[in-house]
């Protein structure tokens, strides 16, 4: 029983760990100390856009989690408020810069997909990161290959029409592979997006 008790804790917390830096008052200037490029989410645990960046900015963590020069990292700034006051954040999430060499923030206002904000992150730190993409059993849909695919009379396809800055779009994404994995090996279905 202590065995199983013991890798039930050591799966939580392979499963929890983050490669995004949680800040405070306590570790903020060691962390943004011009040693490294920092890339810093302001954050409030209310806020709804914030919710809604959050799996987006841990994958942004996990793209730079090898790359020794840049800090991806976040502060709660409603419960460390002189921290985002000290940074001018007056609303829910800010993004801001630090480059290396300096601690003076540049405000991000790009756009806010893991590839948007590393793409952004590459070009100010002149770094080669990428998106880990995941594996996947959904058949991505373009003009090519939608009308071989969804007009094919010997298969059940299923398809969600989605915008990817719909947030109840993403939040069926984890649902849609399930759904895609469960039919993975059928000959006659084809869950697509």
Not at 48 to 57: E, I, T
Not at 131 to 156: G, M, R
């Amino acid at each position: 029983m202590k065995l199983l008790l013991s890798l039930a804790l050591c799966l939580v917390a392979a499963v929890s760990a983050s490669n995004v830096v949680d800040l405070d008052k306590d570790n903020f200037d060691s962390v943004v100390s011009g040693d490294k490029h920092v890339f810093v989410e302001f954050y409030a645990p209310w806020c709804g856009h914030c919710k809604s960046l959050a799996p987006v900015y841990e994958q942004v963590g996990d793209a730079f989690a090898s790359v020794d020069d840049v800090v991806i990292a976040k502060v709660d700034a409603d419960s460390e408020r002189d921290i985002g006051s000290r940074f001018g954040v007056q609303g829910f999430p800010t993004l801001k810069f630090f480059a290396k060499g300096g601690t003076t923030a540049e405000d991000f206002s790009g756009d806010r997909s893991a590839d948007g904000i590393v793409a952004y992150v590459n070009g100010k730190a002149g770094t080669n990161a990428r998106v880990k993409k995941p594996v996947t059993a959904v058949v991505d849909l373009d003009p090519s290959n939608f009308d071989s695919i969804v007009l094919n009379a010997e298969k059940n396809v299923l398809v969600e029409f989605y915008a990817p800055w719909c947030g109840h779009c993403k939040a069926l994404v984890p649902v849609y592979e399930k759904v895609a994995a469960a039919f993975k090996n059928e000959k006659n279905v084809s869950p697509v997006w």
